[in-house]
Every structure is written in C-alpha cells, then in structure tokens.
DNA sequence: TTGTATGCGTTATCAG
DNA sequence: CTGATAACGCATACAA
C-alpha cells in the first residue's frame, strides 16, 4: 500500500504500452497470448487493482447503483451515539427479561435490501447504500447520486425536492411508493386487492362480522390502500364501514404492543382484528395470548407482509404475503430497462400478493413445530 | 439527464471560474457570499450534481468503504434465477402450512451490515457492498477494492489469495476471524469465554451432569472456539469431555431441525444441549417442543448470537449475546485508524459477549409475552 | 477572494 | 495486434 500501482507501472514492468494493459483487463480476447501473460504477471506481481474512480470517469459509467433507505433502525441523529466498547476479557451472566425492545423492526428492509443486491450482482453491479438519518440526510444523497448509475429509494425516504434534483443526474425507481404524478418509474404491490381477498376470507371463511383495522403511520401510502381494501371488503359483505383504523402504530412490534394493551384495557376487542402490518399483528398478538386470550379461537388476528417472524410466532400468523425481495430486484431490473432507454415513458410496475393462511385466523391447526 | 451538467456550465453560467464552483462546494467559507449564491443558483438550475468518479480521482479517496460477505441467501451461483413475476391482479389465497424453510439466517450478516451502515453514515462515508456468490467472486470484490478507501469482510469470504492482493490495495479489516498470522486488523467476540461462562452455569447452577453440544460447520474457527470453551466447562466440573461435538449443522435452523429430528430418533438426548448458535438452537427447540419434549424442564438447550429470534421464541432462548452491531462499526473504526496511520501494526480489538438467562435453561418461568 | 493550470488513472479512438 | 493520445470531471497548488 505504500505506493499504490497504476497501470503505467504494469505497462512498463511487462513492457507494454498502457493501452495493451487496458485491454488485458477489459477485453482479453483482443490481446496476443504470450502479451497478455506478460501483462498478468506484472500485475500479479504489482499487486495492481484499477482504480474504480478512473475507470468510472473514463467509461462513463460507475458501474454501480444506490440503494436509498429510510432510518429503519432508529438510530436518527443522535450525536452522542456511544461509542463501540471492547472486552475486558469478563463474560458476564445476567437476568434477561421480556422487555419492549426493537425487535426485527427491519426485516422488510433487509429483504429489499437483499433482493437488490441479488439482482445488481447478477449484473455486476455493486450496491452502494445510503440511510437517511436525522440531517445529514442532504448531502449523503446527493452524494450517493454521483457516483451511482441509478437509484433505488423506498417511497418517502428523500424529500421530493431533493429526489427531483437528483432524478435529473441519474435515473430513480421508487419502491412501494404510490404513483403521484411524478416522472420516475415505480414498483408496488398490490396493497389493497390484498387486504381486501384477506378481509373477505376473515368475513366470509369464518364469519366474522365484528372486525376492526389496524393501521399504520396516517401518512402512509401503503396503510392507506390497505385500510381501503379492508373497507371495501366490509363494504360488499354489509357491514358497517368505519371511517378511520380503530388504532395506528408506527409499523412496529413494540407499538403493536402498545395498541394491544390500550384494546385489552378498554376490553374492546372485537372478533378480529386486521392489522396492517406484521410487526403490529405480532406485537398485538404478544399481548392477546399474555392476557390469555385465545388466538384464533377468541380473537383472529391477521397481518401484511409475510416476513419470516410471522412464521415463527405461535401462533403462526395468517397474513398477506408480498414478495420483499423481489421488490429489490425489479427495481433494479427497471432501472437497467430505463438505462438502456432513457426516452421510456415511466412505468408502474406491480408485484403479485398472496393470502397465507395460517393458525392465527383459524385455518389450521395451531401446532408446534 | 439528456446533458448531465458538469462543473464547466455551472462555472459559465454563474460568470466563475470552476474552481470557484468548486469551493463552493467544498468550502463555501472561502467564497463571498456573493459568489457563492450565485453559484449555488447556477447548481440549483442546472440540477448539478458532482461527479463521484471524478472527485474521488482528483481527490485520491474514494469517500466509500466496501464490504464483503459471504452468500448468506442461498443464491449462489444458480444462473437460472427465476426473473421476476408481476402482478396479474389476482390474489391467491392458500394455505400455508409450516415447512422447512430457510428462516432468518441472515440475521446475524444483518446486524453486522448495519453497524458498518452506521459508523461509516458517521463519519460522512458510503458503504458499498459485494457479496461472495459462485464463481463471480473474484473479479466482484477487485471491482470493490478499487473504488473504496478501505475493506471490511466477514472471515473465510475471500479466498486468502485474493484477500492478499486486494490489501495490497487498501486496508482490509476481517471480521470473527481467528488471527491467522495475517497483517490484516481484527475484531472478534469472546467465544470461547462466553461458552464457558454459558456452559458453567448450566452444569452449576443447574446441577446437569449430562450435556451435549451441537456445533457449526467444522472449518468455523468460532465453532471451534465455542467448542474449546464448553470442553473447558466440563473438565473444569471434573465431567467428562467429548473429543467432538455430537452433532454438527451449517448455523441454519433448518440444520438445526434435522439434528434435533436425529437427536429425537436416536432416543440420546442428553439433559442439556449446548448450541453453538441461536438459529440452531432454535432448530433443536423446534422440534423438542413438537416432539412434547419440555424445554427446560426435560432438556436445557441454549444458544450463542443473542439474534432477534431468540428472544421471540417460546421458550425464549437462553443464549451468550455478542454485539454484532458492534462488530460492523468497530471495524470501520479500526479502518479509520489505519487509514490515519498506515504503519501501525495489525491489531487485534475484541469485543465483550454475555450470557443471557432466559427460559430455556430454566433461570425464568417461561411466559407469554 | 478568485482564476489558471496541472494532475488524478482509466478508457477509447485512431493510426500504424 | 499494439501504441499514442485525447478526453473524463474535479481538486488543488500557485498566481494574481
């Protein structure tokens, strides 16, 4: 690392002109055999990498893409963020009870974030990630912005002002996101059909007539077409149509919890409860079976998404399952669609949902393993 | 983005030279304000954006830090990748009985990705990725290593080969790695400690005499930490100590349920069963609880991560936490330091684990939520 | 405070 | 098949 080498120094260790070392690397095939051995060995011998900057600037391209995620993990712009603690060699042995803490709040994001990096690999593309978090969000965009070929961003992460700012250096595809007039292409779910089909089968399967929603943040796209789904399936079955959720979380287990709680204490559960989330249903469904009541047999409780602790939890939970990961990897996919043809008009494109039946509404068995 | 503006039209549009615009940018102190808004107007009309390539060229730092993992999802290097599949508009409804399917393994890399998203987002750098699938490896993680400033990379992700070049390039730092001899930094957790401090207290607190354990994969230097550390329980007990473990799984639950099926079958599961894992461990419990095998009372399993998941179990997991939030930022610190000072040794920092009473070991009454 | 000129390490175009 | 050489877009030392 003392002196990084370039490709004047492989050129002139193989004794060859840097535009031969270039094309050893790039085109390999254009290059003499015994040329290109040379070449090799030098660079083995220097240790020599390219530099992605220059290789960048050069080909026009950075041959990489950004993916923009809003602060999932709550760490926000706490300036006094502890720093890390090393051993002492001490092991110590504690107590460890149920506490409220954040639980997997981010396993949405991870799949996305996996899904992503999947199909960006499958194009050799590396994946560059930015988080919004308190202020600094700004600059860490713009900054992201310039040395990426697209981006990637989850609905409401940057501020449109800055996103339109961006848009014009380098294609964006928004994840999740409703469509809202703008110019970028998007990828969605079927949010609403879903929770419609899982609202109906709650009615219809197990006749229910006294159930309640769940929400999410108000100013939620996604939460927002869920709940419509969740009325137009009362709606069409006669029921009573409430204007608003019964009770709003953050999208998070812990307030999940909470919103459990404050139904328990005014003991004003109804038959089920159609949560618009899993975190919530999770969280909801931790405090219902704390309080001994039964799930499904007293109260059905459903979620959205289909993350893995749905799975896990007993009882399992019946829930909307969308395709997390792919949702990464048709952004990218649009993203190279929209490279190669930057006159596309913008698309919409939209993932499929499926209703997972599982013990919490009462289609299967509650069971063990 | 017909015409990505460069620092030229910003210079000519707002009557500068470019190096004006690029103080402007750098160090807007040095400008008078006049100028200054001027040419912030010039950006803002344009929709300029600094290219990163270039900056990182001109500024000899990339401004970025890679990280390299290891294929935690499975992908690897199936070339038939199903491409993804959107939305008819119709939502299937079905149901979803439980299976063997891969759950949370990636709950560890996610933590350790998101403490290196953290402590780099603090100090203004990107966190670009490059995860170790089939054969592509190679020629990823040279792309990575030429437009980072420095190198994170989970143990045994790189071939030794190609590690040694790359860290001729940029400072690498290796993560829950044994100290091979190398001149790479370090950052480990106390594995072999926290095993024993875990395994003492099942064999004295809880009287057991009789006690497995169920390790990783046999190339896993921390499995064999972690192994090293439950023997030195038990000759320390005066107990008699197992040559190897009774069983060995990959650190998926799935593994994890397949021992515990054998385990069960084989009619020898002994008193307490020592994991060398959470998601194991939760694979054994799993399929103990189905089997109406009670946990803690008929057999103690416990655990080592200190995942989400262990917490979210029924019972919940007895297990030795390690900061694995920590590991990800510790090690873009120590990046930072030998950024800063490049003749400093190769340290190795380790981080503090402790043993989490929970449950399954029977410490707590299990309860609901 | 601002401008000029040079270099950063590649790629790509054109000759040869 | 190989070699000059001109971009690429920005930062920065040095002048003015």
Redesign the pocket.
């Known amino acids: 690392m003392q002196k990084?080498p370039?490709?004047?120094d492989v050129a002139e260790l193989a004794g060859?002109?840097?535009?031969?070392v270039?094309?050893v690397?790039?085109k390999p095939h254009?290059?003499?055999d015994?040329?290109r051995d040379r070449v090799n060995a030098a660079v083995l011998d220097l240790g020599?990498v390219?530099?992605g900057s220059?290789?960048s600037?050069?080909?026009?391209r950075a041959g990489a893409i950004g993916l923009c995620l809003p602060d999932f993990d709550g760490i926000d712009d706490d300036p006094a963020l502890a720093p890390v603690t090393f051993s002492d060699g001490q092991v110590p042995t504690v107590l460890d009870f149920p506490e409220d803490v954040e639980l997997g709040d981010n396993l949405y994001i991870s799949e996305v974030m996996l899904g992503t990096e999947i199909e960006a690999w499958q194009h050799g593309l590396a994946v560059t990630i930015a988080v919004a978090r308190g202020s600094r969000g700004t600059d860490i965009f713009d900054n992201l912005a310039g040395r990426v070929d697209g981006i990637v961003t989850l609905a409401r992460t940057i501020p449109d002002q800055q996103l339109a700012h961006i848009a014009r250096r380098v294609p964006v595809v928004v994840l999740a996101g409703p469509r809202a007039g703008d110019e970028y292409d998007h990828i969605t779910t079927d949010n609403r059909e879903g929770m419609r089909v899982m609202t109906s089968h709650v009615v219809e399967a197990h006749g229910v007539t006294d159930l309640a929603f769940v929400g999410g943040p108000a100013d939620s796209p996604d939460d927002d077409a869920r709940f419509r789904g969740f009325c137009e399936a009362l709606r069409t079955a006669g029921l009573p149509v409430p204007s608003a959720p019964v009770a709003r979380g953050d999208y998070t287990r812990v307030q999940g919890r909470s919103i459990g709680r404050r139904l328990v204490a005014d003991g004003g559960v109804p038959r089920a409860l159609v949560c618009s989330n899993d975190q919530t249903a999770l969280g909801v469904l931790d405090v219902l079976t704390g309080a001994g009541i039964r799930v499904p047999q007293d109260v059905i409780v459903t979620g959205f998404d289909g993350i893995d602790a749905s799975e896990m939890s007993r009882p399992r939970l019946t829930t909307v399952y969308q395709p997390m990961r792919d949702l990464g990897r048709a952004a990218v996919d649009t993203l190279l669609h929209r490279l190669r043809d930057t006159q596309l008009p913008p698309q919409t494109r939209s993932l499929p949902v499926r209703v997972l039946l599982r013990d919490s509404c009462g289609c299967l068995p509650a069971q063990a393993a």
Chains 1, 2 share one sequence.
């Open positions: 990084v370039t490709v004047y060859v002109s840097i535009a031969t270039s094309r690397l790039r254009e290059v003499a015994a040329t020599y390219p530099s220059a290789r600037l050069a080909a026009r």
